[in-house]
């Protein structure tokens, strides 16, 4: 009997050993299920906390037991301890699966080409455009051409067809990239789960999401439609660009064809749009370089995947995007459409959702009777010298920060296009003065605007002469009339003595993106001959000066509210402080200058309102002159000033100077420089009429008479002629208190002797 249990014990342990390595792979499996459902941090932090116990528990009942039997019950405790955990890990994979499978969204085939439209509305709540109103023509699977079709496969899913809606190796594969940090690797969604995801659950990235768009995929679409069905959702429900939806549409958009007549070199680029409709075909007519770049990638892949040779590669590779593209949208635009499309960014931006795919009632900050002037200038008043002038405008409130008004250039016709407001990135020259120059001095030297500065010859700091504009030089002069003139040397001489990082901490407050190397921002930045800057950047920094210093990043929406959900965001201005009130009138002042006595006359006078501008323009280097022959050109044109309730930059220029446009002379410094000037003011006149008429005096700034010539500044005697005397401003604690002895009245003459010959 003895030996018979002895039997029994050696092969039940033989038999429980066997059965726990079968077992593995399926526990390890559960395990990682629960790890998916609950979280690492959570199992981790459940499976320590039991272990702990365990331990514990067991020392406390076997601390006076040997070694051998300690040992034997840890291995059973951990043992215990895993399979709790697979019992966590099944019940939690059980209930998740459960809770999928009861909360999935009910799939609506005719909901795929139903969306709602956003709504923009201008800052009365008066309606001015909708977006993503869904224009499609449904093409059938048999309609699509096969090159489209081997096009969409090779770069979407090329296991389309080998799989039933949940691609695994893809998964892995894309999985492990995503830890490893190969991008390379891959998305895991299949086109299937792209259906799903696009249009029955949501774009968020979320555990729950992806195993709804699993399930959907396998066991929905998959059960219930074809392949070929499939595919149709996939090609017909996107927005692709361009106000297109779906193939047809951006067939006809893009190339003004049929789909079913498109070839390889098309097929690739439609196809290509999928990753990012908004940034490849939003801008294919201004930026083409990017959908060029992803065209050649899908090209890449349908050879890789065996849909065309080599030589088909090449010779669609070879064939510009500008030769695919037809000559502009066959549909117009709106009048609004450069504000529309700051709109859609920002709300891109600060949503993470396309309006064209959610939506939404945007409340913007357009002023349409603002914008209307800009329209009205820009398009119909304004004489153009050609049709390659351009030009770049931005509006902004003082008050509120708001963008109102602007233009993203002449000759709008794409939605989405190049819009020179934002996107362009040009040296502002002279206009830069204010921030890297004068603003800084003010700020953290105590400056006034009588402070002194020598226009004589002069040198960076690396021994370089610098130049002004006309090559003359003026002498001493005030800090007013050095920046009300535009003289360059005062202005280096005014950024060498002040402390670089103070002038860098300034000038970020402001929003602008100076040049930045090991802390530093060099000496060229004095006259703005940095790596550029744009209207909406320059009009939102100069409203700092008339807002009594307080910076407001630029804005054009309020609020938007999700339409299906009714669930609300508010936008609220950033505004922070980037200078003492008595800097920003200071500069005020020296710009108001500029305006009555100065340099900037042309551009901003005003009758019955006081305004604040200055001018700039950049130069072409010489190689650039030399190549293309146009010495005495001018790069670019700048205005940028302010009243006390609006703020307006303008950009005037060339996009590009080409051999062509040298040739046929489409630049001229002089003209251009007056017209720059008439442009700027036919729109500012207008802009600031039903505003502050005056500047408001802050009372940390002091206006002290003071006698002119006076170095240091003193005030006048009782006997100074009033041709000798000015108002200047100073911050309060700063202001001059010792009175000038030039024009002091002397004694009468005593024992005078006279004689007549």
Known sequence: MKKIKRLFRKYSKIASKKVTVAMLPFLIIVAIAGYLTIGLK?????????LICSLVIDFIKNKHKGKRRKKKKIGRLLINIFLVFVIIGVVGMITFISYIALTAPKFEPDALYKKEASVLYDSTGKEITKLGLEIRDKVTFEEIPEVLVDAILATEDARYYQHNGFDLPRFIKASTGQLTGNTAAGGASTITMQVVKNNITDTKVSLTRKFTDIYMSMFVLERKYSKEEIFEFYVNAPYLGNGSYGIAEASRNYFGKEVKDINLAEASFIAGLFQSPSYYGDAAWSKPERIEKRRNTVLYLMKRHGYITEKEEKVAKAIPIEALLQQKRPEGVSPYQSFIDIVINEVEKKTGFSPYKVPMKIYTTL???????????VDKKFFWPNEKTQTGIAITSVKTGAILAVSGGRNVSVERGFNRAIDLNRQPGSTAKPFYDYGPGIEYENWSTYTPFLDSPHNYSNGKPIK???????????LKQALGLSRNIPALRAFQSVDNKLILNFVMGLGLKPEVENGFIHEAHAIGAYNGSNPVEMAAAYAAFANQGYYIEPYTITKVIYTETGDVDEFTPVKNRAMKESTAYVITDALRWSVTDGISRASGRVPGYETAVKTGTSNYDADFINKYKIWGATNDLWSAGYSQDYSMALWYGYDKITSESAKNKWYNMGADS?????LYNMIFKEIVKGGATKFDTPKSIIPVTIELNTMPAQLPSEFTPAKMKVVEYFSKGTEPTTVSPRYMRL???KNLDVRIT
């Not at 959570?42 to 039991?50: H, Y």
């Not at 002004?468 to 005030?478: A, H, P, R, V």
Request: net charge neutral; no cysteine.
């Open 367 to 377: 002023d349409t009777k603002r914008q209307d002037i800009v329209n009205e200038v």
């Open 42 to 50: 959570k199992i981790t932090i459940i499976v320590g906390v039991l």
């Open 468 to 478: 002004n504009w006309d090559n003359k030089f003026m002498g001493l002069l005030t």
């Open 674 to 678: 007056a017209r720059k000037h008439n």
């Open 747 to 749: 004694d009468d003459p």
